[in-house]
């Protein structure tokens, strides 16, 4: 695919790519060089890190009921 620059060094981005990449009006994207000189664009998004526990996060499993917890607070058995 192709696309023209215009005299403000502006482009549209092709629909397919957008639809590939998952972004639309008003997203953020970066463009990064690749060690093979190659330039990419990449939702700006995609550039955050995630944590190796971040899939975890939230993840505890089964937790205990209301009322396991209200009877542990209170002292029953």
């Known amino acids: 695919m192709s696309t023209t620059v215009t005299a403000k060094g502006q482009v549209t981005i092709p629909k397919a790519v957008r639809d590939m990449l998952g972004i639309g009006p008003g ?3 970066d463009f990064r060089r690749m060690p093979d ?3 990419v664009v990449v939702p700006a998004d995609a ?10 996060r939230g993840h505890a499993g089964k937790g205990m009921t209301t009322d396991e ?3 542990l607070t209170r002292g029953d058995d």
């Open 69 to 71: 917890i209200m009877a």
């Open 37 to 39: 000189g190659n330039i």
């Open 27 to 29: 997203s953020q994207v």
């Open 47 to 56: 550039q955050k890190q995630t944590s190796r526990f971040a899939k975890f």
